[in-house]
Every structure is written in structure tokens, then in C-alpha cells.
């Protein structure tokens, strides 16, 4: 995209308000949102438990790129970009598995774990072959969760690490294991679908089950009484309630937005499910339920929701300009039994329901901003959240120029 119709397009929002469509319309301001935001933040590529063995691995797709993240023979994890690096095919087929060696089906060039070359068939003697190795990608794990980024330079995770660390700790969360992940495709631009994901003004009206439960539907005045009891509850059950909120004018250069808060479910609710029962064994040390829920960014991108026995990871993907993908990742503890499908049934359940009326609320709204009448409002009080996503991604662009 030109610099001058950046610009432009960048004057003309009006802070407060939503976007206009460009954004959401426009095939260069997609390209531009691909290379400044999807290129450069840490993306959320798995979990530890996903890889246990050396050998272990699973590919991880977004747009054109496939990525490979495998744990070697010395247990350390590698990110490499799945392409040979003889004429450029495809390595790896697989979506997961475990191998010594990947082997890439064209002309059988061979690689290590680690991505380095490990055979080539009759290429000539002179060539260097430990310049041949497939590119390997920023990767960094954090209490089980794996994060890749594309960018040379990614943001520097130390603070959010030491900030965040004991906060996480509790939970053992890389003692924990994928439960079920479930894949929603949205018609619709992928800001749309982060920008509702980030209010809970919607939630009263969209989300009945879901507003039965959580207290975040609510003003803030409102659901100070149940947090204040849900904080005495946390105190003995171990669950930390520290507020965390390094995103947008608080976020520190060159680091990732980073934020943590814990918030009450309504009596009767020990965690997001259809009854208020629990789902499965409490995480890590926790010693009972708070009847608290916590959502947890790293990278606003990145939204992970900790209630006392799962987390529900999201990931949101972009297809193209129009579609995009809605993954949620439930995960539980690693000695959960979850054999049943009633079981995975009543774990699911709050998150999926809730994200089928997102789909639906979320397709209308990209209807309306195709449309020559749509004009951008002001956000409410309650939509801070996609207020300032909407800030930091206008920030990206804007460094992007
Ligand atoms: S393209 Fe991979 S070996 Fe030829
Ligand atoms: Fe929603």
C-alpha cells in the first residue's frame, strides 16, 4: 500500500469510534495487517503436552505458511518454516506425528529435528550443506504454552515472563493436556471477530447461557460486590487475583501487551459450565474453587480464559480478508479422565454455545460494514478492551509504514 493512502486512512479514524471500512474491506489493508501484525507478534502455536516424546511434532498453518515445531532427541523445541530447501516443497505432510527424520517427498532430501540438513541425495560435494538447512522461526515456551513468531526482531518476552510467572504458577498450566480444540469458520475480517471477542457488551443480549455464569456482562460498579467475595474465596483456595494490565499506553517498547485479571462467576457457579460443576480435577495447585474466572493475554492476539479446573485457549486466524478462522483449545489437567464423550460434552459446552452466537453476531456485523451505508460509532465504556485493540493495531499499522 502506498504511504500516502496509509496515511490518509490513518488520519481519517476517529479515535473512540470504530473502524471504517477500508480496514476491513481492503486487500492492501489485509496484506499490511498480515506482514505488520501476523509476521511480528508471538502467535500461540500449541501446547507442550502436544509434543511429549523426542520426535514428536505438528504443524502449525496460517495463510500460506506452514510451520513445523518439533522437540528433538535433547528435548528442546524448534520452529521451522515447512519448506525444502532444495526447490521449495512442502517437507512435512503430516498434520502430527513423530519421526527421527523428516523426509521431504519430492526428491528425498532428509532433515534433522532441529531443521538442519541431514542428507541430500547426490548434490555435488562443493555445496555447503549446513547452509541448507530449513529456516528455523522464533519460538518461546511459557508454562506449556508454545508461542512462534515470523519477525527477525520479535518482541522481547522477559518482563512479561517475570511478571506473569507466579501469577501462572498455580496453575501448573504445562501440567496440563489438550481436552478438545474445535475450529469455526467466520465470514468475516479477522479484526471483527477479535474486536468481539474483547467485550462483553454484547453478552447480555447474544450470550444467555454465558450471562448466566460470569459477572463480566455486568458494569464494573455492579460486579464489584461478587469480585470482592470471589477475591476472600481465591485467597484460600491459592488462586491469585493480581491485576496485570501492560496493554496499549501501559505496554512497555519492544515487549508484547501482556494483562491478567481474575473476575467472579455468579453463586452457584464453581466454573464455566452448563450447571456450574466442574468438568474436571482442579489445575495444578489449586486447592478448591474460588467460583472465579481469569483472562490471561499474551499478545493480544493470544486471549486465554483460566477458570479453576480448564482453560479455554483462543486462536484467531485469517484466511483472507473475509474469512477467518475461530479456534478454541480446551485444555485440562494432564491426569484428567475424559474418556467419555459426555465428559468432553459438558467441558466444551459453555464455549461452544457461545461461539456459535458469536459466529453469528460476528457475520452480521462484517454484513453491515460491507454495506455503502455502514459508518463507524463510539464505543462504550464497556468496550475498552476493543478500544484499545483497535489502538494497538492502529499503532502497528502506523509503524509498519
Ligand atoms: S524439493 Fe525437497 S527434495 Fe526436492
Ligand atoms: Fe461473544
Redesign the pocket.
Known sequence: MDNSKLKNLLETHKKGFALSQPFYCDNEVFDLDVKSIFFHEWLFAGHVSELQEPGDYFLFQILNESVIVSRDFNKKLHAMVNV?R????R?CLEKSGNTKRFT?P????TYNLDGSLFNARLIEPDIDRSELGLQKLAVEVFHGLIFISFSDKPDDMTDLKSKLDPILSPFELSKTKVAFKKSYRVKANWKVLIENYSECYHCSSAHPEFSKSHVTHMSSEKAQPLNALMEKRAKVAGVPTDFVDCIGVNRFDGQPDYAYNRYSLYDGYDTGSEDGMAVGPLLGNIKEYDGGASDLYIGLLNPFLIYCDYVAVYRFIPIDKDTSIQEIIWLVRDNADLGSETAVDRLKWLWDVTTVSDKCIIEKNQEGINSRYYKPGPFSSMEKYTRLFVDFYLERLGSAK
Do not use: I, L, M, P
Not at 532444495?86 to 516443497?89: A, E, K, L, M, P
Not at 519430492?106 to 532430501?109: G, I, L, T
Open positions: 525444502c532444495h526447490r521449495g516443497s517437507v521431504c519430492y526428491h528425498a532430501w
